[in-house]
Nanobody
């Protein structure tokens, strides 16, 4: 079982910035990809951004939702099982619970964090 621990959520005004971080209990050598999804009440969880690791042939490849391109940046620390999401120019529509995600091992099992609330409001 892989544990994912998120930090960095909170309340910010429109146009502001927040940085989310997530640490996984698994070795980076077993992780295929990490990333972030978000969910609002009554809606399905949606992709925000993901990044692959050196374990995959496309190591370091990033993928973003169209709605966050140019505003959010996902990154990893080399040799560490951590992922961060720098969120700039935040909009009220970005308000959601943000979940850290990791895809692990040959079996490609998905794991999820407990979620952290991001609220963009004046």
């Amino acid at each position: 079982q892989v544990q994912l621990v998120e930090s960095g959520g909170g309340l910010v005004q429109p146009g502001g910035s927040l940085r989310l971080s997530c640490a996984a209990s698994a070795s980076i050598r077993s992780i295929n990809a990490m990333g972030w999804y978000r969910q609002t009440p009554g809606k399905q969880r949606e992709l925000v951004a993901t990044i692959t690791t050196a374990r995959t042939t496309s190591g370091g490849r990033t993928n973003y939702a169209d709605s966050v391109k140019g505003r959010f940046t996902i990154s990893r620390e080399n040799a560490k099982s951590t992922v961060s999401l720098q969120m700039n120019s935040l909009e009220p529509e970005d308000t959601a619970v943000y979940f850290c995600y990791a895809n692990v091992g040959v079996a490609q099992v998905d794991y999820w964090g407990q979620g952290t609330q991001v609220t963009v409001s004046s």
